[in-house]
C-alpha cells in the first residue's frame, strides 16, 4: 500500500543549468548553501514573517530573498525552489482548515523512503517535521492536534491537498517573477483535497486544555513599523 501511494508522485527533475539561467550570482549563492531540508528551514527561521502590513503578497522566492520576510506560502515556494536547484522534487501541500481559521502551506521531502516537511510559521507549532513518516497523510495527521484557535482552543484541520506538483509550472513563472502569486496560489486551492475525518468524528473533538493554549501562544517575530 505504501508502494502504491509513494508512486504516484513522479514530478520532473529540474537541472541546476535551468537555475543558473535565471538567478544572480548572489542568489545563487545562497542556493548553493541551503543544500539539505534541515539548511532550508533554518534560513527560513532566520526570515521575519511576512505580516504584509501594505497589502496581500504572494512572492515569488526572488522577492522573498530581496525583502528578507516570508509568510507560509513564500516560504514554501522557497523551500521547493532551494530543494530543486539541489536535484529534488518539489511538493507542496496545502493543509485546509474550518472557515474560522487560517489554511497554511508547507513543503514536502523524502529521505530514505520516508516523508517530511519545511514549514514558515509565527507559532511554536505547524513547524518542521522530520522524515519519518510513512504518507503523506502520516505526516499531515502529526499537526493535527496542535492546529487550534488560541482563542477558544478549538481544533480546526479539516482537509488537506495531494502533493502539488510545481514542476508542471514553467521554472521563471514561479522563481523569479515581480508579480504577485495569485494564480499559483488559486490553483493549489483548486487542487483535490482529502478529508482529515469524519463529520461524525469532528463534532467529537475534544477542544484543546488551557495548559496547551497557553504553551502555544507565542509568536517568533513582532510586526515591524511601517517606514
Known amino acids: ?36 531540508p534541515g539548511k532550508i528551514q533554518d534560513f527560513l527561521d532566520s526570515l521575519p514573517i511576512n505580516f504584509e502590513l501594505r497589502g496581500e503578497t504572494y512572492m515569488s522566492p526572488r522577492r522573498v ?16 525552489a532551494a530543494l530543486a536547484y539541489h536535484g529534488k522534487k518539489t511538493l507542496l501541500l496545502d493543509l485546509r482548515t474550518s472557515v474560522d481559521d487560517e489554511d497554511h502551506v508547507i513543503t514536502l521531502y523524502r529521505e530514505n523512503g520516508c516523508w517530511g516537511a519545511i514549514s514558515k510559521t509565527n507559532h511554536p507549532v505547524l ?26 482552543g478549538k481544533k480546526t484541520l479539516r482537509e488537506y491537498s495531494n502533493p502539488f506538483d510545481l514542476s508542471r509550472y514553467k521554472l521563471s513563472s514561479w522563481l523569479i517573477t515581480e508579480a504577485d ?29 488551557a495548559l496547551e493554549i497557553k504553551a502555544t501562544d507565542k509568536k517568533e517575530w513582532k510586526p515591524r513599523k511601517r517606514r
Open 1 to 36: 500500500m505504501v508502494q502504491k501511494t509513494v508512486a504516484r508522485y513522479h514530478c520532473r527533475i529540474m537541472s541546476r543549468r535551468e537555475f543558473q539561467k535565471l538567478l544572480s550570482q548572489e542568489e545563487l549563492r545562497i542556493f548553493q548553501k541551503l543544500d539539505s
Open 65 to 80: 530573498l530581496r525583502e528578507r520576510t516570508a509568510h507560509c506560502f513564500e516560504g514554501a515556494l522557497l523551500a521547493a
Open 181 to 209: 502569486l495569485h494564480w499559483l496560489v488559486k490553483a493549489l486551492d483548486d487542487a483535490p483535497h482529502l478529508k482529515i475525518a469524519s463529520k461524525k468524528a469532528l463534532q467529537k473533538l475534544r477542544p484543546a486544555s
Open 127 to 152: 513547524r518542521f517535521r522530520d522524515a519519518v513518516y510513512k504518507t503523506p497523510r502520516e505526516l499531515v495527521m502529526s499537526y493535527f492536534h496542535e492546529y487550534f484557535m488560541s482563542k477558544n
